[in-house]
């Protein structure tokens, strides 16, 4: 499966109407392709690109956001279809704050 700008920004704005939080979602390449921000789309996000290449969440907060070019302060998490990484997804915003809605965003987004 490819995430592609018109399948992430249907998915972000159904998400939008129920909850109140910048979302991102990247491609394979780290490519932001949808955004609640849409001045964003078309960035590379770092954060991702790192996620791609850990599979693993990626915390990023005000010590270690300078590392990651095109980031703020959220969380990112590895977007999973048939047990293979598509792409990420990303919240902005204070991580102690969203960690739980994350979870259920990802979820959505699968």
């Known amino acids: 499966m ?32 949808a955004s609640t921000d849409i001045s964003r789309i078309n960035e590379r ?22 590392a990651y070019p095109g980031t703020k302060p959220g969380v990112n998490m590895p977007i999973m279809h048939q047990h293979k990484i598509a792409g990420v997804v990303g919240v902005s915003g204070k991580p102690d704050d969203i960690l739980r809605i994350i ?4 979820v959505s987004v699968e």
């Open 2 to 33: 490819q995430i592609t700008t018109e399948i992430g920004q249907k998915i972000i704005s159904r998400l939008a109407e129920y909850i109140d939080v910048d979302i991102n979602i990247m491609d394979l390449h780290g490519i932001i392709v």
């Open 45 to 66: 996000h770092a954060g991702a690109v790192d996620v791609i290449k850990s599979n693993n969440d990626l915390i990023l907060n005000n010590e270690n956001v300078q």
């Open 103 to 106: 979870g259920l965003i990802r």
